[in-house]
């Protein structure tokens, strides 16, 4: 009787961090997608002689509230000929591998839902699956736009992927460790970017800003040609689950950014916790800058840098690393 | 003339016959008959001449099919004309020699029910299929059944070995409402079809059916960027039909705010094109100088977008000192911010690799298309009807024309910057020797009565060369009235173009054109 107490003890302490862990990474996926609304809006604004929102809201900071309740309230519209489950389940699908990635990333020191021992891996892994999520939407939609989005951004995200995983192997050879924060912990005596990892920090970002779809490289959704691409189709809540995924998916990249190569939460005077945003908030900043400011790219140019530039870069950095510390 | 002896050389049954062209605007007109129209185009096109309009009037009598063949390297312009029976009309194709006949002879058809004997796609360009007459014939004449076949609007079908994509009507590359149906293979365009249209308003019948001070405003509409071009296109063709003589001091703020048209059409031009590329940011700058032009227009004309500023003989009213201020202030602005575009966008890699020896014309291209302006420019032409046939003050002003080599997209963006920044000379120029004095003749009737007789005349739009074909039969009503817009022509070398391109070239490549879809659907 005594040990079922304990087990159940146990396992209702775990459970009960899982669900407040989620509750919490809930929490920050939507206040920051709602952050970031406003931010890329102010940011474009201010990058276009404008102003952006300021009518909701001191400075419109109510804004994304109204854009959210807007898209709440909105009827949800199937059109007649889609896939129905395909196109009722892309929105949801999109939205899962966003939320198990956040379970990994330390915020803080002691801040983190879970700390598992091959966390990149997690991250990986589900990060790839949004593709399919992609591809279930742009099949389901049944539209001619939707479904070349979809066949780009699988293409794309298969060539991105490779030369993201190559620039995050060095780090973890020299943190000797796959979990997120050993590796941030490995950081104390000094940035990876500084040791010897700056360009394997910015072949992660170049990489990562097209996992992300998000300009130059935003083909998969390419206003000009193709309309909207693959969430054509989608409108009201379904449309801002897309675009929730959209933001939180950049915020992600950044924050693996800040982890493998920027030191995480360490930093003087502050705490942890807001060193960690300002550095992800910046890059953030920065994937906001390069879309305000660069065109588009053409696919085989995407690729073709990928495959003919990125990747042989990455590799080359990975053996000098992998020699380096083996000697 | 050379040319007439030659054609007497080559054709002996033709009379050639040389015409003012004061006042037709035309040197040779030349009666030609059904079997040897083939032969004649086909002489033309070895001769380099391009088919500058090929048009149709209705006598009643009988239907005058009017070709107009013109050269690129000099002043030389010759009607063709091709009398047809009413009760059946039908004409040899010339479709097959000059491209851009296809389009012309399609238009034809739809418009008059002239079938063209051998043309490979005889449907409707502009019109839908519930009409059942000819608009532009003088009398009523129902569609007959073996035509309402033809006339079906295209509607593609699903093919094993591609699939049909709609670029168009609504879709954000494609400005406004212009359908391209394009047949892809994965990334390629293996056919593109121009489907027009969605804009068609029949200005061409309106002119029947108003006097000539009444047709003012229609000119604006066609090409709302490029309004006081195409305002000033009408007012010019008419003064020449009737002999009015125009004051200095109009002519040369014709000429200024003219080019401040043409300035403001190229700025949003700019914004659009670069904006196709995915850059966004670019559009809020231009418009933003953009602006500038329009406020002082406003001030002038009373209108931002759809001027009606010219008036038979002169001006709606003169300029102040304000006008001749805010423009000085506004060259200087743009000037500076031209260096600030240079660095931001010409050197950009992405752009530059997006653009550069994409959509490349060779030399033949304005020849089968008859295609002007920039695009004509880029190719090395310095074609510009500003010299080749001047209008209000340009042959008293000194001016570059910008040329491109390549003639490819990224020249065609040069080009047009080149241009903005010669027409901001043009205006420098044309302020500092403004003449004083009156801004309208004397004497203009109040119901214009033009003379018996036909003329052709030719601006320099933003987009490139403006035609207007005007038949007068001495009443205050144009007896037909043609508009030749280039548009029209520059578009139709997409589909040839496009013709294995990847769709985003072929993006860029309809961006780098500058169409405006009213324009081009009259």
Same mark, same amino acid.
């Given at each position: 009787?005594?040990?079922?107490?304990?087990?159940?003890?146990?396992?209702?302490?775990?459970?009960?961090?899982?669900?407040?862990?989620?509750?919490?990474?809930?929490?920050?996926?939507?206040?920051?997608?709602?952050?970031?609304?406003?931010?890329?809006?102010?940011?474009?604004?201010?990058?276009?002689?404008?102003?952006?929102?300021?009518?909701?809201?001191?400075?419109?900071?109510?804004?994304?509230?109204?854009?959210?309740?807007?898209?709440?309230?909105?009827?949800?519209?199937?059109?007649?000929?889609?896939?129905?489950?395909?196109?009722?389940?892309?929105?949801?699908?999109?939205?899962?591998?966003?939320?198990?990635?956040?379970?990994?990333?330390?915020?803080?020191?002691?801040?983190?839902?879970?700390?598992?021992?091959?966390?990149?891996?997690?991250?990986?892994?589900?990060?790839?699956?949004?593709?399919?999520?992609?591809?279930?939407?742009?099949?389901?939609?049944?539209?001619?736009?939707?479904?070349?989005?979809?066949?780009?951004?699988?293409?794309?995200?298969?060539?991105?992927?490779?030369?993201?995983?190559?620039?995050?192997?060095?780090?973890?050879?020299?943190?000797?460790?796959?979990?997120?924060?050993?590796?941030?912990?490995?950081?104390?005596?000094?940035?990876?970017?500084?040791?010897?990892?700056?360009?394997?920090?910015?072949?992660?970002?170049?990489?990562?800003?097209?996992?992300?779809?998000?300009?130059?490289?935003?083909?998969?959704?390419?206003?000009?040609?193709?309309?909207?691409?693959?969430?054509?189709?989608?409108?009201?809540?379904?449309?801002?689950?897309?675009? #929730?995924?959209?933001?939180?998916? /950049?915020? !992600?990249?950044? $924050?693996? %950014?800040?982890?493998?190569?920027? +030191? *995480?939460? =360490?930093?003087?005077?502050?705490?942890?916790?807001?060193?960690?945003?300002?550095?992800?908030?910046?890059?953030?900043?920065?994937?906001?800058?390069?879309?305000?400011?660069?065109?588009?790219?053409?696919?085989?140019?995407? #690729?073709?840098?990928?495959?003919? /530039?990125? !990747?042989?870069? $990455?590799? %080359?950095?990975?053996?000098?690393? +992998? *020699?380096? =510390?083996?000697? | 003339?050379?040319?007439?002896?030659?054609?007497?050389?080559?054709?002996?049954?033709?009379?050639?016959?040389?015409?003012?062209?004061?006042?037709?605007?035309?040197?040779?007109?030349?009666?030609?008959?059904?079997?040897?129209?083939?032969?004649?185009?086909?002489?033309?096109?070895?001769?380099?001449?391009?088919?500058?309009?090929?048009?149709?009037?209705?006598?009643?009598?009988?239907?005058?099919?009017?070709?107009?063949?013109?050269?690129?390297?000099?002043?030389?312009?010759?009607?063709?004309?091709?009398?047809?029976?009413?009760?059946?009309?039908?004409?040899?194709?010339?479709?097959?020699?000059?491209?851009?006949?296809?389009?012309?002879?399609?238009?034809?058809?739809?418009?008059?029910?002239?079938?063209?004997?051998?043309?490979?796609?005889?449907?409707?360009?502009?019109?839908?299929?519930?009409?059942?007459?000819?608009?532009?014939?003088?009398?009523?004449?129902?569609?007959?059944?073996?035509?309402?076949?033809?006339?079906?609007?295209?509607?593609?079908?699903?093919?094993?070995?591609?699939?049909?994509?709609?670029?168009?009507?609504?879709?954000?590359?494609?400005?406004?409402?212009?359908?391209?149906?394009?047949?892809?293979?994965?990334?390629?365009?293996?056919?593109?079809?121009?489907?027009?249209?969605?804009?068609?308003?029949?200005?061409?019948?309106?002119?029947?059916?108003?006097?000539?001070?009444?047709?003012?405003?229609?000119?604006?509409?066609?090409?709302?960027?490029?309004?006081?071009?195409?305002?000033?296109?009408?007012?010019?063709?008419?003064?020449?039909?009737?002999?009015?003589?125009?004051?200095?001091?109009?002519?040369?703020?014709?000429?200024?705010?003219?080019?401040?048209?043409?300035?403001?059409?190229?700025?949003?031009?700019?914004?659009?094109?670069?904006?196709?590329?995915?850059?966004?940011?670019?559009?809020?700058?231009?418009?933003?100088?953009?602006?500038?032009?329009?406020?002082?227009?406003?001030?002038?004309?009373?209108?931002?977008?759809?001027?009606?500023?010219?008036?038979?003989?002169?001006?709606?009213?003169?300029?102040?000192?304000?006008?001749?201020?805010?423009?000085?202030?506004?060259?200087?602005?743009?000037?500076?911010?031209?260096?600030?575009?240079?660095?931001?966008?010409?050197?950009?890699?992405?752009?530059?690799?997006?653009?550069?020896?994409?959509?490349?014309?060779?030399?033949?291209?304005?020849?089968?298309?008859?295609?002007?302006?920039?695009?004509?420019?880029?190719?090395?032409?310095?074609?510009?009807?500003?010299?080749?046939?001047?209008?209000?003050?340009?042959?008293?002003?000194?001016?570059?024309?910008?040329?491109?080599?390549?003639?490819?997209?990224?020249?065609?963006?040069?080009?047009?910057?080149?241009?903005?920044?010669?027409?901001?000379?043009?205006?420098?120029?044309?302020?500092?020797?403004?003449?004083?004095?009156?801004?309208?003749?004397?004497?203009?009737?109040?119901?214009?009565?033009?003379?018996?007789?036909?003329?052709?005349?030719?601006?320099?739009?933003?987009?490139?060369?403006?035609?207007?074909?005007?038949?007068?039969?001495?009443?205050?009503?144009?007896?037909?009235?043609?508009?030749?817009?280039?548009?029209?022509?520059?578009?139709?070398?997409?589909?040839?173009?496009?013709?294995?391109?990847?769709?985003?070239?072929?993006?860029?490549?309809?961006?780098?054109?500058?169409?405006?879809?009213?324009?081009?659907?009259?």
């Amino acid at each position: 009787m005594c040990t079922l107490d304990n087990i159940i003890q146990i396992i209702g302490k775990e459970v009960a961090r899982l669900i407040l862990g989620l509750i919490g990474v809930l929490v920050v996926v939507v206040v920051n997608a709602l952050v970031l609304t406003w931010v890329e809006r102010k940011v474009s604004g201010h990058m276009q002689r404008r102003i952006g929102p300021k009518e909701v809201g001191p400075y419109g900071l109510i804004q994304p509230f109204a854009d959210g309740l807007k898209l709440l309230a909105k009827e949800l519209l199937t059109p007649a000929n889609v896939d129905k489950p395909l196109y009722y389940l892309a929105p949801v699908i999109v939205f899962i591998p966003v939320l198990v990635s956040f379970i990994v990333i330390p915020f803080d020191g002691f801040l983190q839902v879970k700390d598992i021992n091959v966390g990149i891996l997690v991250i990986l892994a589900f990060s790839s699956l949004s593709v399919l999520s992609i591809l279930i939407a742009g099949w389901g939609s049944n539209n001619k736009y939707s479904l070349i989005g979809a066949t780009r951004s699988v293409a794309q995200n298969i060539a991105y992927e490779i030369p993201l995983l190559l620039t995050l192997l060095p780090v973890v050879f020299m943190a000797n460790s796959l979990s997120l924060r050993d590796i941030v912990e490995a950081q104390r005596e000094g940035w990876f970017v500084w040791r010897w990892q700056f360009f394997a920090f910015l072949i992660y970002f170049i990489a990562a800003t097209a996992e992300t779809n998000r300009t130059p490289f935003d083909l998969p959704e390419a206003e000009s040609e193709l309309v909207a691409g693959f969430h054509t189709e989608f409108s009201g809540m379904r449309f801002a689950l897309f675009f #929730l995924a959209e933001y939180t998916n /950049i915020f !992600i990249a950044s $924050a693996i %950014a800040t982890t493998f190569f920027l +030191g *995480g939460y =360490l930093g003087p005077v502050l705490p942890g916790v807001v060193w960690f945003f300002i550095k992800t908030y910046f890059l953030v900043f920065v994937i906001m800058w390069f879309r305000w400011t660069f065109p588009r790219v053409r696919f085989d140019q995407l #690729l073709n840098f990928s495959w003919k /530039i990125l !990747i042989p870069v $990455a590799f %080359a950095n990975l053996i000098v690393t +992998g *020699g380096i =510390l083996k000697l | 003339m050379e040319i007439s002896t030659k054609i007497k050389e080559s054709f002996p049954s033709l009379e050639p016959k040389e015409c003012p062209y004061e006042q037709n605007g035309y040197h040779l007109s030349i009666e030609a008959t059904k079997s040897n129209i083939v032969d004649i185009a086909r002489f033309f096109i070895k001769e380099d001449f391009y088919l500058a309009d090929l048009c149709c009037v209705d006598y009643i009598d009988y239907l005058e099919l009017v070709y107009f063949f013109s050269k690129h390297d000099k002043l030389l312009r010759i009607k063709v004309t091709l009398k047809i029976d009413p009760e059946k009309p039908s004409a040899p194709t010339i479709s097959h020699i000059y491209n851009i006949a296809h389009w012309f002879e399609r238009e034809i058809h739809e418009f008059f029910g002239v079938l063209f004997d051998g043309h490979p796609f005889m449907v409707y360009l502009f019109l839908h299929d519930q009409i059942d007459f000819y608009p532009l014939r003088k009398k009523q004449v129902p569609v007959p059944d073996e035509d309402k076949r033809l006339l079906n609007s295209f509607k593609p079908e699903e093919q094993e070995d591609g699939f049909f994509l709609n670029l168009g009507p609504q879709h954000p590359s494609t400005h406004g409402v212009l359908r391209v149906v394009v047949k892809m293979n994965g990334e390629y365009i293996l056919e593109a079809i121009p489907v027009l249209g969605y804009l068609h308003r029949m200005h061409e019948k309106m002119a029947e059916n108003r006097t000539y001070q009444q047709f003012y405003p229609n000119a604006a509409r066609m090409d709302y960027l490029g309004a006081l071009n195409f305002n000033l296109g009408y007012v010019t063709t008419v003064e020449k039909l009737c002999g009015i003589e125009v004051p200095e001091r109009a002519q040369y703020i014709r000429t200024i705010t003219c080019e401040l048209n043409r300035i403001s059409s190229h700025l949003l031009w700019l914004g659009a094109f670069l904006a196709d590329l995915g850059g966004l940011t670019p559009f809020l700058y231009t418009f933003d100088d953009r602006e500038q032009i329009l406020d002082i227009l406003e001030a002038v004309t009373g209108s931002r977008l759809t001027y009606s500023y010219f008036r038979f003989g002169g001006l709606f009213n003169d300029v102040d000192d304000n006008f001749v201020d805010g423009v000085k202030k506004f060259i200087n602005r743009l000037r500076s911010r031209f260096s600030m575009y240079d660095r931001l966008v010409t050197g950009n890699v992405i752009f530059i690799n997006r653009v550069k020896d994409i959509g490349v014309m060779d030399r033949s291209y304005p020849i089968r298309y008859g295609c002007s302006g920039p695009v004509i420019r880029s190719i090395g032409i310095p074609f510009d009807m500003r010299k080749h046939e001047p209008y209000a003050a340009y042959d008293r002003i000194d001016f570059k024309i910008a040329t491109g080599t390549n003639a490819d997209n990224m020249d065609r963006y040069l080009v047009r910057i080149q241009e903005m920044e010669n027409s901001l000379d043009i205006i420098e120029k044309a302020l500092k020797e403004l003449p004083t004095g009156p801004i309208k003749a004397d004497k203009i009737p109040k119901k214009l009565k033009p003379p018996k007789g036909d003329i052709y005349h030719t601006i320099e739009s933003p987009r490139g060369e403006l035609g207007i074909y005007i038949v007068s039969d001495e009443s205050d009503v144009p007896y037909r009235m043609r508009w030749r817009v280039p548009s029209y022509s520059n578009l139709m070398t997409f589909p040839e173009l496009a013709k294995g391109t990847l769709i985003a070239d072929a993006i860029a490549t309809l961006g780098s054109y500058d169409l405006v879809i009213p324009e081009i659907d009259r």
